[in-house]
RNA sequence: GGCCCAUUCGUCUAGUGGUGAGGACACCAGGUUUUCAUCCUGUAAACAGGAGUUCGAUUCUCCUAUGGGCUACCA
């Protein structure tokens, strides 16, 4: 085996890929980058039943969308492939085969009906933990019970088989995990899997371990639900002859509260996308995605790289290749990790402050109503809502009164701040400002406060009245910064809206 | 039920055989701001429990509890 790094992430195209998912592709492509590794992907489709169109496509939208894209997978094949499970049918029948003949699988007739039959049996007997295993395959219907000549005949007839994996009892199965340390399981407790189902594909267990096998894979960096069936998986290896590449199991992403995995019904229960990207189900049901509710990819993994891991130090905003540098598993935790919604926000947030007005602008250009205003105007308006909104979808929205003079003014502004004198004010205020040639905002402000301390009146008597008529609203950002982006023609005309609508 | 894994503020976590157990999010209170947001400062907040090892355990061991995962011809 070389000494090349090389992880996989191996999903199956059962339907959108969930954060857990990504998390686990984006920690495979961390340790990748970090030992100057190849990433691969692999879409693991064995399951026929569960296959859903357009998943393997999601999968690969997802991790391009995160920025971890892998270099070797469907869309890249490399010298290892094919990259899809469906399609290495024949690799498994040899694989499956050599096994057979080694003596460590055999072929099994029992039908699923047979083996209800036998739980059933089994439980009202009073023995829940019944399995297909060392103790008792010897009462069951495989070749192993039955005559070579009859398997033989079995086969030639087609007759439906699996085939199973036999597990030699009394034996300890060890392992170091890279996050865990050693983890040993007694061989006893293992039931004998099927490794062949009846529709003639191979299952997980054994499709992966030939597959990481033969793709030369050095680490298996996967989530914690394979844990248990690591033993199986070392086993295999074993049988084989072949060396076992290196574990390493994730912990899990839990529930924002209460308990159990986060699954994707969390996810509109509580407000807040479970998936990277919009997913339709075949029946027309939306999965919202974190693109499309306008997170950014830099936030969206940064919050999943913290979510179990962190580098020791007391920095949390790392860009992608920051995190490539310091990424290591000895720092990952064991336990799982509770999602939180909040700080996933927060994450967005400092990102979404990071961006220049430009880029801002950019990404929200086919919202902009139309407008006169000059492309250094627009970056503005974006500057001036970048801290207060966290994404950008939300800026026209809230920059609305920039493209269309208020239709209505806050009542509960207008109850409080508007009094008597305030139009007779506005109409004074409005006279100085047509007198400015610079109609900056350093000058409105100038002379505003020329303007107030002249009428011996304060800040607050003047200033919201002014924000009311210009912008409809009680607050919102700096209002000279708005009076100048508007203009002194429209700051004019809409103070006189105001004092004709207000009085 | 069986097997495996885990357990530090509400949440994500740092950390060590002797610490004032640190940071972040959220929360609350101040400050800045005409306002809102941002920002700044601060308060409150944790080693699951019990044994053992030890001069001393949050840290090491064991037990219990709790949580999680697996237990399919699914991955």
């Not at 009462?139 to 079995?154: A, C, P």
């Not at 170091?176 to 594909?201: A, E, M, P, W, Y």
């Not at 047509?434 to 905002?441: E, G, N, R, T, W």
Request: proline share 5%.
């Amino acid at each position: 085996m070389s000494d090349n790094i090389r992880v996989r992430f191996a999903p199956s195209p059962t339907g959108p890929l969930h954060i857990g998912g990504v998390r686990t592709a984006l920690y495979n492509y961390l340790f990748a980058k970090k030992n100057g590794g190849t990433f691969v992907l692999r879409i693991e489709d064995t399951d026929q039943t569960r296959f859903v169109p357009g998943a393997t496509e999601y999968i690969l939208e997802s991790l391009k969308w995160c920025g971890i894209e892998p270099e070797e997978g469907p869309h890249k094949p490399g010298e290892y492939g094919p990259y899809v499970q469906s399609e290495r049918k024949e690799i498994y029948q040899e694989h499956i085969q050599q096994l057979i003949e080694l003596g460590h699988a055999y072929y099994a007739f029992d039908t699923p009906e047979d083996l209800e039959k036998k739980r059933q049996e089994e439980k009202e007997k009073g023995n829940e933990n019944w399995q297909y295993d060392s103790s008792t395959r010897n009462q069951m219907y495989n070749s192993l019970t039955i005559s070579k000549v009859e398997t033989q005949s079995l086969l030639n007839q087609n007759t439906p088989y699996t085939i199973r994996v036999k597990i030699e009892p009394e034996q300890i199965v060890n392992f170091h995990d890279l996050i865990r340390g050693l983890i040993s399981i007694q061989t006893n407790v293992l039931d004998d899997k099927v490794l062949f189902k009846s529709d003639g594909l191979p299952t997980y267990h054994f499709a992966n371990i030939v597959d990481d096998h033969l793709m030369q894979i050095s680490h298996v960096i996967r989530g914690e639900e394979w844990l248990p069936s690591t033993a199986l998986h070392q086993l295999l290896y074993r049988y084989f002859g072949w060396e076992a590449p290196k574990f390493a199991h994730l912990p899990l992403i839990l529930k924002p509260d209460g308990k159990g995995k986060l699954s994707k019904r969390d996810g509109d229960k509580m407000g807040f996308p479970v998936f990277p990207l919009n997913w339709t189900n075949s029946e027309g049901e939306l999965y919202p995605g974190y693109r499309e509710n306008g997170y950014l990819p830099e936030a969206f993994v940064n919050m999943l790289a913290f979510l179990g891991w962190n580098p020791g130090t007391e920095e949390e905003i790392l860009s992608l290749e920051k995190l490539a540098d310091t990424f290591s598993l000895e720092r990952v935790n064991k336990s799982g990790a509770r999602f939180d919604p909040d700080k996933t926000k927060w994450f967005q947030q400092q990102y979404f402050k990071q961006q220049s007005n430009a880029s801002i602008l950019q990404s929200i250009e086919n919202q902009i109503p139309k407008h006169n205003y000059t492309i250094q105007q627009l970056e503005e308006i974006c500057g001036l809502f970048k801290e207060r909104v966290e994404f950008a979808k939300d800026i026209v929205p809230a920059a609305k009164y920039f493209f269309e003079a208020p239709q209505s003014y806050d009542d509960k502004t207008v109850q409080k701040k508007w009094k008597e004198n305030s139009a007779t004010l506005l109409n004074e205020l409005s006279t100085k400002f047509q007198s400015l040639h610079d109609f900056s905002a350093q000058e409105l402000e100038h002379a505003f406060h020329g303007f107030v301390s002249e009428k011996e009146i304060g800040l607050g008597a003047l200033m919201p009245v002014l924000r009311l008529s210009l912008t409809g609203e009680g607050s919102g950002p700096q209002i000279f910064e708005i009076a100048s982006i508007l203009g002194k023609e429209e700051v004019l005309e809409r103070i006189a809206t105001a004092v004709a609508k207000l009085g």
